[in-house]
Structure formats: C-alpha cells, structure tokens
C-alpha cells in the first residue's frame, strides 16, 4: 500500500512562490504516475497537473499553466509542485495523489492528506 505525505504549505502573499513537496513510501514509487490536485474552500477538487513515472511527460490545468511546475525525484521518493506568481484565488488545501497519468480525479488509487495554501492579499 502507496502511502503519501505533503509537506511545504503555508500562508504566502500574493505574486509570492512555494514549493510542495510529496514524499511516498510503501511502494515502487518509480512504477506510479503521479499527480497534484487542490480543494479551494467550499469547492471541488481540482486538477492541477500530472506527471508520467519517468517524469518525461507533464500535462497542467490552464489556471495554473506556465506558473506551476510538477517534477519528480524517483531516487528520493518524491514529487513535487513548484508554485509561483501565487495569487488569493490559489488558496486551497493541496493534494497529491498517484497511480494515474490524467486529470480524473477518481482514476487515481492513492491520495496524500492534503496540506493548507493560504495566498494573502
């Protein structure tokens, strides 16, 4: 059983950059496609980008095209969300997920607890 944790959330201001990190452990992390979703407040979940198990093919959303950027480490286990040129309508609990080259949300098999982006103004 694939086991993922998200770190590197916080409060930001708005034109400001973070960097999610998702460590997985309990399985062979280079054999799984990987993905970052985001829940804003009293909305859905949302695709936000995905990653192939090589990490040579990427796909986004267009809300956040050009300003995030999904990457993978499989020597160390772990993906991540390169998040720039925030803004407040970025606020949302972020997501990892794995097991799945796509933007369905219900096509991934392993999801990470989430962690808290708060974009100020």
């Known amino acids: 059983q694939v086991q993922l944790v998200e770190s590197g959330g916080g409060l930001v201001q708005a034109g400001g950059s973070l960097r999610l990190s998702c460590a997985a452990s309990?399985?062979?992390?280079?054999?799984?496609?990987m993905g970052w979703f985001r829940q804003p407040p009293g909305k859905e979940r949302e695709f936000l980008a995905t990653?192939?198990?090589?990490?040579?093919?990427?796909s986004y959303a267009d809300p956040v095209k050009g300003r995030f950027t999904i990457s993978r480490d499989n020597a160390k286990n772990t993906v991540y969300l390169q998040m720039n040129s925030l803004k407040p309508e970025d606020t949302a609990v972020y997501y990892c997920?794995?097991?799945?080259?796509?933007?369905?949300?219900?096509?991934?098999?392993?999801w990470g607890q989430g962690t808290q982006v708060t974009v100020s103004s």
């Open positions: 997920a794995g097991g799945y080259f796509g933007t369905i949300a219900s096509r991934y098999d392993y």
């Open positions: 309990g399985g062979v992390f280079s054999s799984h496609d």
């Open positions: 990653i192939s198990r090589s990490g040579s093919f990427t």
